[in-house]
């Protein structure tokens, strides 16, 4: 075998190691990956409204939008207690862009999201939350809708994106928050 033949070969050995180590390391970190929530993981298995009002646990309530920056900040947090709470508190969500939710808008007086409604065994709303909420806020209020107790931080307003669902938009971009446009017509 010539010195260059085994340099050779030496070189192919060493890269293929380093790839397989690569490798390996890109599974590790992969599987070591906290998944982390988003809106669409959150709205996919969310507690159906209905059933949430009558399954007599406690709710969480999220008004939300997919274009909401606010809502997108949250997920994560809400994520982590919906699973810490899983088996003491409905996590619902719904969409305001979903026409199908509107008198559930007007009912909570939706005017500002994230907007959470804190809700009794029973169904009945006893506190609400509307704008970004730390995540250790939003488990004391949680405690106590679990413990049957006021509600902390039952009027905590954070930063919210705006929201008017009953104003008709002549604008393309779902951002415009329900803004009208302004028209002469003679």
């Known amino acids: 075998m010539s010195e260059s033949n085994l340099a050779t070969r030496v070189r192919n050995f060493i890269v293929a190691i380093v790839g397989i180590v690569l490798s ?12 982390t929530a988003t809106l669409a993981t959150l709205a996919e298995t969310t507690t159906p409204y209905e059933v949430a009002l009558s399954n007599g646990q406690p709710t969480l309530l999220e008004f939300y939008a997919d274009w909401c920056t606010s809502c997108q900040a949250m997920a994560p947090d809400i994520g982590a207690l919906k699973d810490e709470y899983r088996d ?4 619902v969500m719904l969409n305001v862009d979903n026409t199908k ?5 007007a009912e909570y007086e939706v005017d500002g999201i994230p ?8 169904g009945t709303a006893i506190a609400q939350a509307i704008g970004e909420q730390p ?4 488990a004391q209020n949680l405690d106590a ?7 902390p931080f039952a009027k905590s307003i954070g930063k919210t994106s705006e929201f008017q669902p009953f104003v008709k938009s002549n604008a393309d ?3 415009s928050h329900g803004s009208q446009v302004q028209s002469s017509v003679q």
């Open 24 to 35: 390996v390391l890109i599974v590790l970190g992969l599987r070591t990956q906290s998944s």
């Open 88 to 91: 003491r508190v409905n996590f």
């Open 101 to 105: 939710w509107l008198p559930e808008m």
């Open 115 to 122: 907007h959470f409604v804190f809700l009794d065994r029973s």
């Open 135 to 138: 995540r250790s806020i939003m």
């Open 145 to 151: 809708l679990i413990l049957d107790r006021t509600v």
């Open 173 to 175: 971009d779902p951002r």
